[in-house]
């Protein structure tokens, strides 16, 4: 069982940066691939980004490539998300997931067994 609390969601106006943190309960944290997805009002949970247990490999939506930054200490038990250059339509409750590690990164929503309650983030033009 892994419990997900995110935080760092907030304000921001377009151009600017924010990072969210996703700290995870339990003893195994570091055997988890971690994932970050969003939801925008009235759309679907879309991928953003997800990092490997082993920190080895990261991928990225193209929405995001080059401007957020997915990154993890298993130490503390936390996935991090850097996210640079934002624009109003990075708009959404961001959620962070988890899933037991596999041999490829999973984008799908189905495929994380667990989930965070979501952080608030909006961009304001």
């Known amino acids: 069982q892994v419990k997900l609390v995110e935080s760092g969601g907030g304000l921001v106006q377009a151009g600017g940066s924010l990072r969210l943190s996703c700290a995870a309960s339990?003893?195994?944290?570091?055997?988890?691939?971690l994932a970050w997805f969003r939801q925008g009002f009235g759309k679907e949970r879309d991928f953003v980004g997800a990092?490997?247990?082993?920190?080895?490999?990261?991928d990225y939506a193209d929405s995001v490539k080059g401007r957020f930054t997915i990154s993890r200490d298993n130490a503390k038990n936390t996935v991090y998300l850097q996210m640079n250059s934002l624009k109003p339509e990075d708009t959404a409750i961001y959620y962070c997931a988890a899933r037991w590690s596999a041999r490829v990164i999973y984008i799908r929503t189905y495929y994380y067994n667990y989930w965070g309650q979501g952080t608030q983030v909006t961009v304001s033009s």
């Open positions: 339990g003893r195994t944290f570091g055997s988890y691939d």
């Open positions: 990092i490997r247990a082993s920190g080895s490999s990261t």
